[in-house]
């Protein structure tokens, strides 16, 4: 019996492959401090544009009920929608999607690539003072309505950045916190709703956090960004740092951390150019960190193929 779904697979195969083509193109174009100055912001939202490999600048936001944009001001207004816990609430996945389609709109309105948005840390305490952007205390449920928004998001060509990765929970000094977790909660709990999301929904983008989880900073966390994000889960898009969270520019990326946010000042650029000729990283380090972001800018469609 003939698969009804061949089709598209085989579409979607011929576009990726494509998609990798032009990656591997665009990076075969670029120098060493070209490399190092697209892993960093060029200012607080935005990356820089490359034109001589048709790299157009790529824009973040925030948006936990909306999409902000790069301009604070009355007359760029945005559309505000439920709190995420007041969406999770609606126990629906496909509100979420729906949620998310409407965000895409906004975002292209905007002009705005990448959204920093779902956030999915977990209810683990009623001290977290930013709970009203995550979605509940459970890690089923969150991933559940996680998967319905990244997909209604990326369905409109915008990427999403799941965070914050990982155990980024509460808030009291949560910027410089060392979280001692079990093994077993940390993938039962903490885990689970990025790991559902990574296999449900694919995401672009995933953002590491302040904190560190039982010894390193998360954005120098090589176990659990390189062997568990990418390696056991198969995580393929490119992981930006929280704003200001990057501290060491050989650290963040063996850790694997792609962008370094915000900029112009950030451990990645001139000091990351620097890191490679002085031999502490190699150009190879920065090659993989550099095709994340290129794939990026090929699905949100600012890379000219």
Do not use: C
Not at 74 to 102: C, E, K, N
Not at 187 to 200: C, D, K
């Amino acid at each position: 019996m003939a698969d009804p779904q061949a089709p598209a697979r085989t579409a979607h195969e011929a576009g990726a492959a494509a998609r990798e083509a032009a990656v591997e193109r665009a990076l075969a174009g670029l120098g060493l401090d070209a490399k190092a100055r697209l892993l960093a912001g060029q200012d607080m939202w935005t990356l820089p544009a490359l034109p001589e490999i048709g790299l157009a600048s790529l824009v973040m936001s925030d948006g936990p009920i909306g999409v902000r944009g790069v301009r604070w001001t009355a007359d760029d207004p945005s559309v505000a929608l439920p709190s995420p816990t007041a969406l999770a609430a609606s126990w629906d996945p496909d509100l979420a999607r729906r949620a998310g389609v409407l965000l895409a709109q906004e975002a292209r309105r905007k002009g705005v690539h990448v959204l920093l948005a779902p956030t999915v840390n977990l209810h683990r305490s009623p001290l977290g003072g930013r709970h009203f952007e995550a979605y509940s205390e459970d890690p089923y449920l969150t991933g559940r309505i996680g998967t319905g928004y990244v997909t209604g998001v990326q369905s409109g060509g915008v990427a999403t950045t799941v965070k914050h990765f990982v155990a980024n929970d509460a808030e009291t000094d949560r910027f410089t916190v060392n979280n001692l977790v079990s093994e077993r909660a940390l993938h039962e709990l903490y885990l689970a709703p990025f790991e559902a999301i990574v296999a449900g929904a694919r995401p672009w983008g995933v953002m590491t956090a302040y904190n560190s989880v039982n010894g390193p900073t998360m954005t120098e966390h090589r176990h659990l960004v390189q062997e568990v994000l990418r390696g056991a889960w198969g995580f393929d898009g490119f992981n930006v740092s929280d704003w200001m969270a990057a501290r060491s520019t050989t650290g963040a990326l063996r850790g694997g951390l792609d962008v370094a946010m915000p900029g112009p000042g950030t451990v990645y650029g001139e000091a990351l150019a620097r890191a490679v000729r002085a031999g502490e990283v190699t150009e190879a380090e920065v090659d993989a960190a550099v095709r994340n972001v290129l794939r990026l800018a090929a699905r949100v469609g600012v890379l000219d193929g």
